[in-house]
């Protein structure tokens, strides 16, 4: 069973920087393809904040990357603005014989 | 501007059926895979389904393989996810989502979801 795991919780201060790691757990470590990440306020749809791992989609703002380092992808928010607060959740996938999609349980953002 | 608006979410028994719509615009919509992807009560994602811009191809996760169906009618522009065999845990709001390329798997637009209540 493949898993991508997040941390439940993260916090920051208006300013700071924060990030948000993802740690793919598949025994067949590699396999997985580059990762998305999706920012998700309570009661509304996702909306795509990164994708193949460290893009950033026009019209999101410069503050949030992404990177990859080994098996753990991560999403960096700077200057942290009390907007920011919502789910952050990544994604990724893999193509063998089939297509397996999975997401992280989500990673809660508090700008304290 | 890209639009995807979700419809058909109901309250329904275990065991029954209810179909989902996607109505898409703002895009040559067969040029495009599409996706199902659902988010239970309090909790996290979960991936659907996909299917391809003609249709021909399918995917399924685990939890919905042999209960659910992805389908799409490029003449409408409307995705469809048929339902059956319905139980507690299929509970969720179910967003259909727009993916940008093929041979990759991202999701770019999603619609604002519709609400599937399984109870008794």
């Known amino acids: 069973q493949s898993a991508l795991t997040q941390s439940a919780s993260v916090s920051g201060s208006p300013g700071q920087a924060i990030t948000i790691s993802c740690t793919g757990t598949?025994?067949?470590?590699?396999?997985?393809?580059?990762v998305s990440w999706y920012q998700q306020y309570p009661g509304k749809a996702p909306k795509l904040m990164i994708f193949?791992?460290?893009k950033r989609p026009s019209g999101v703002s410069h503050r949030f990357s992404g990177s990859t380092s080994g098996n753990t992808a991560s999403l960096t928010i700077s200057g942290l603005q009390a907007e920011d607060e919502a789910e952050y959740y990544c994604?990724?996938?893999?193509?063998?014989?089939?297509?397996?999609?999975?997401f992280g349980g989500g990673t809660k953002l508090t700008v304290l | 501007e890209v639009q995807l608006l979700e419809s058909g979410g109901d309250l329904v028994q275990p065991g029954g059926s209810l179909r989902l719509s996607c109505a898409a615009s703002?895009?040559?919509?067969?040029?495009?895979?599409m996706s199902w992807v659902r988010q239970a009560p309090g909790k996290g994602l979960e991936w659907v389904s996909v299917?391809?811009?003609?249709?021909?191809?399918?995917y399924y996760g685990e939890s919905v393989k042999g209960r659910f169906t992805i389908s799409r009618d490029n003449s409408k522009n409307t995705l469809y996810l048929q339902m059956n065999s319905l139980r507690a845990e299929d509970t969720a709001v179910y967003y259909c989502?727009?993916?940008?390329?093929?041979?990759?798997?991202?999701?770019?637009?999603w619609g604002q979801g519709t609400l599937v209540t399984v109870s008794s």
């Open positions: 989502a727009k993916i940008p390329f093929r041979g990759v798997i991202y999701f770019d637009s």
């Open positions: 703002g895009f040559t919509f067969s040029s495009y895979s």
């Open positions: 299917i391809s811009g003609s249709g021909g191809s399918t």
């Open positions: 598949s025994s067949d470590a590699g396999s997985y393809k580059v």
């Open positions: 193949e791992g460290s």
């Open positions: 994604c990724s996938y893999i193509i063998s014989w089939s297509l397996d999609v999975v």
